[in-house]
């Protein structure tokens, strides 16, 4: 719920942030973690 609510602050839509993250999640270097962040302004499908 967390990562919903704070997505939805953050003017993101959580479906589509959810999907992004958990589709580039397998592959991201895990020293960039802060990267996928919804604040940073990551892109969206």
Request: hydrophobic share 40%; net charge negative; charged share 20%.
């Amino acid at each position: 719920m967390t990562i919903i609510e704070t997505a939805k602050m953050n003017g993101v839509d959580p479906l589509a942030y959810l999907a992004d993250v958990l589709d580039r999640n397998h592959d991201h270097n895990i020293s960039r973690l802060d990267e996928l962040l919804p604040w940073i302004g990551h892109p969206l499908p």
